[in-house]
């Protein structure tokens, strides 16, 4: 028998990821925070994971399975919340897994520091998803303040819909139709709403993106489109004239339009490359003035909007040279130190 209400619900969209899920779920059942409701949200799958879905909910009561024909994550999440009987919402994707701490450690920092909004770190598999975990100088603050931390480089947040927890109360939706950044839009509208977000580093959500079809193995010119879709409506949303987040957003604009330059040149489309460098252009004009901009980052995006391509081999290039220098000046100073230690002797 189902439960009326509980504290969390947790909505898991699916979509042919049979071979993983045992382990998603199974990863949620060994939560120490026992109040919750599961959603799996299979969204027309072809390889039994819907079937698979079922057993899953036959075995336990507080697991629900819905089926839909396919319509894309964000549908399927939105059709989960929908559907959702707890008090807040928490989204895990059925390739990734969590710590049994999870959910406890969410609700905990919502209730201790009065937040509506309450996140926690990432660990990954994949350069592109932090594994510095590095804690922020505060827990509690404001959205902007915390996303002036996530924009940066130093922390290494993901902006992500998953590993954050939800006033189910809020009714937020996705945007349907979008296949890249859809959640961290939507991560963004609830930062926007909330005001103010409780943020613990501690890495208890897992993302594995080494699977094939994966969001993070496919690149392509449309996906990058959407993407400087997205990242212009968290513009709008957060970096207006006076905001200390404008030369945030700036900076991010012109990468992305770079980096759909350079994937415009291989898939052999110049007019998608001119207009992206254009585009790009625009944004650097008015970056070199923001004093709160690095002189790394700008010398970066000047030599990429030099040349997409080869500018970036070049920075690469440069990186590791700098990398490498570090390193052997590093054991030098090292075997320096070991030689004293010798003569001291």
């Known amino acids: 028998m189902h439960q009326d209400s509980v504290k969390i619900s947790l909505i898991v969209p699916v979509y042919n990821t049979r071979s993983y899920l ?7 059942k060994a939560q120490t925070f026992q109040d919750w409701e599961l959603v799996l949200v299979d969204d027309g799958s072809t390889d039994g994971s819907g079937e698979l879905c079922d057993s899953l909910a036959a075995e336990d ?46 609700w905990e920092l919502r209730q201790q520091y009065g937040t509506e909004l309450a996140a926690v770190g990432f660990s990954g598999d994949n350069e592109s998803v932090s594994t510095l975990h590095k804690a922020l100088p505060e827990v509690c603050m404001t959205s902007e303040r915390f996303l002036r931390y996530a924009l940066g480089d130093q922390y290494g947040i993901t902006l992500s819909c998953c590993a954050v927890i939800y ?30 977000i409780a943020y613990d580093a501690v890495p208890l959500y897992e993302y594995y993106t080494g699977r094939e079809g994966n969001t993070f193995t496919r690149q392509s010119l449309k996906k990058m489109e959407e993407r400087l879709g997205i990242w212009e409506q968290m513009q709008q949303l957060f970096g207006g004239h006076d905001s200390g987040l404008k030369g945030d957003f700036l900076r991010i604009l012109c990468d992305v339009h770079l980096q759909a330059a350079r994937q ?8 998608a490359r001119k207009r992206h460098r254009k585009e790009a252009a625009g944004y650097y004009k008015p970056l070199l003035r923001q ?28 990186q590791k040279s700098k990398a490498a220098s570090s390193q052997a000046a590093s054991k030098a100073d090292g075997s320096a130190k070991e030689s004293e230690t010798a003569g001291g002797e």
């Open 22 to 28: 045992e382990t998603c779920v199974g990863s949620v």
């Open 61 to 106: 009561a507080r697991i629900r399975a819905l089926h839909f024909d396919n319509g894309g994550v964000s549908r399927a999440r939105n059709r989960g919340m929908e559907s959702a009987r707890g008090e807040a919402i928490v989204f895990l994707d059925s390739d990734d897994r969590v710590d049994p701490a999870y959910l406890a450690r969410l």
């Open 167 to 196: 006033p189910a109360a809020w009714k937020l939706r996705f945007q349907e139709g979008i296949a890249y950044g859809e959640d961290s839009l939507f991560f963004c509208q609830a930062l926007k709403r909330a005001g103010r």
């Open 264 to 271: 415009a040149e291989k898939e052999r489309n110049p007019a």
């Open 291 to 318: 004093g709160d901009v690095s002189v790394k980052h700008k010398l970066r995006l000047g030599l990429l909007l030099l040349s997409p391509v080869k500018g970036a081999d070049l920075w690469e290039g440069l």
